[in-house]
């Protein structure tokens, strides 16, 4: 079964959080919150509603990357936003577009020619950091 799990940053910190994504209307306003239930399964009903900032939220893919490590024993979750490198060095990001998610080369971020289906290749990929942590990797070089 397809694990459906999202990450934002924290609204007061910064920190990453993971769990449920959900908007909701409080008073007229739209919050973005990250549910983690992680706790639940210890202590019944506890669930923590995190409010996260919406432009950084991104869903995971349901694939991890090549490299292994201590940490990542099955390789690091890949997840939207993510930048990565293909085995020829090029640098792209991680988007959800028309319900898939495809590969996009930072080089022809305009572009939509430029979208490649990650599936079938997921496996060479190295996850170098993300867009939000490391805007200086979407400057493209000429």
């Known amino acids: 079964m397809r694990q459906v799990e999202f990450r934002g940053q924290r609204a007061n910190n910064g920190e990453w959080v993971y769990g449920y994504y959900v908007t909701y209307n409080f008073n007229g306003e739209i919050l973005h919150v990250i549910i983690d239930d992680r706790c639940a399964k210890y202590v019944p009903l506890l669930i923590r509603f995190i409010p996260v900032v919406p432009e950084t939220v991104g869903m995971y893919t349901g694939l991890r990357d090549c490299k292994r490590t201590e940490e990542y024993p099955e390789g690091q979750k890949i997840w ?12 792209m990001e991680i988007v959800y577009e028309d319900g898939c998610f495809w590969g996009k080369w930072i080089k022809h971020r305009e572009h ?9 290749w997921w496996e060479h990929v190295k996850v170098i ?8 990797l979407l400057k493209v070089k000429e």
């Open 112 to 120: 939509r020619t430029a979208l490649f289906v990650l599936q079938g």
């Open 129 to 136: 950091g993300n867009k939000w942590q490391n805007p200086e």
């Open 80 to 91: 939207e936003g993510d930048l990565f490198y293909e085995d020829g060095g090029k640098i």
